[in-house]
């Protein structure tokens, strides 16, 4: 018998214990579970308003902020206000 065809008849061997053996040690199965109805309409829009953040989580949102530093410079100025400055330097998701 060659080696060829001693691989070739070990697979097949392999294949099929895998294949059969399995089958005689399978626990009885379990009933099956009823699934949950998907949800209507109604019931999504509410959901969508419970899980809707605030309108106060979001006030970051309406501060009218400046793209331009010398801009926000002479406005702080007039304000009598500090400055906050925020840089990034490459991508900012870059190191995620």
């Known amino acids: 018998m060659s080696r060829t065809n001693f691989v070739f008849g070990a697979r097949r061997l392999l294949c099929v214990a895998v294949l059969v053996i399995p089958a005689r040690h399978l626990p009885a199965q379990a009933p099956a579970v009823e699934k949950k109805p998907l949800p209507n309409p109604a019931e ?11 309108a106060a989580a979001n006030k970051w949102q309406q501060v009218p902020w400046l ?5 926000g410079r002479k406005l702080a100025r ?11 330097f490459g991508e900012p998701l870059d190191e995620c």
């Not at 999504?44 to 605030?54: F, Q, S, V």
């Not at 007039?78 to 990034?88: G, Y």
């Open 44 to 54: 999504l829009a509410d959901l969508a308003t419970t899980i809707r953040p605030p």
């Open 78 to 88: 007039e304000e009598r206000r500090p400055l906050f400055l925020w840089t990034v």
């Open 67 to 71: 793209g331009d530093v010398n801009e």
